[in-house]
């Protein structure tokens, strides 16, 4: 019986084969080369808070608002794909008008 559980030598070098075949197609698909579109050099935000909005509590030094930061915030803010049903967004609830409470 126990004998069935060892492979031979010829099938421990197709198993080699296979794992090195498949060890270089992971490492080939591994490129330095960016082929999405470039971003733009991103730049500070300059935040503008609210009348009536409360002094920020925490501390943004170790991670800056920036313009694509804004924009990329923005964005995802206004996404219904993040949903379970792809159209309720953050702002579907957070309406800007009404200083994004719930309404
Ligand atoms: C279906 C409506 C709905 C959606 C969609 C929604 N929210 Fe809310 N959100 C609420 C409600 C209602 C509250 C208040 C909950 C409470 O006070 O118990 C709230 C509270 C919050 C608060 C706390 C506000 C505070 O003053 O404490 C934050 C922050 C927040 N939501 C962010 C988000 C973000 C970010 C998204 C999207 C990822 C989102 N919400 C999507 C309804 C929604």
Do not use: W
């Amino acid at each position: 019986m126990i004998k069935h559980c060892y492979q031979s030598k010829r099938e421990q070098t197709g198993s080699l084969l296979i794992f090195l075949f498949l060890l270089l197609a992971i490492l080939n698909s591994c490129s330095d080369e960016y082929e999405g579109i470039p971003i733009d050099k991103d730049e500070a935000y300059d935040l503008e808070k609210p009348s009536g909005f409360p002094q920020m509590t925490f501390d943004i030094t170790g991670n800056p608002i920036t313009v694509n930061g804004v924009a990329l915030g923005k964005k995802l803010f206004y996404e219904g794909k993040l949903s379970r049903n792809n159209t309720i967004s953050c702002g579907f609830c957070h309406i800007q008008e009404y200083a994004f409470t719930h309404h």
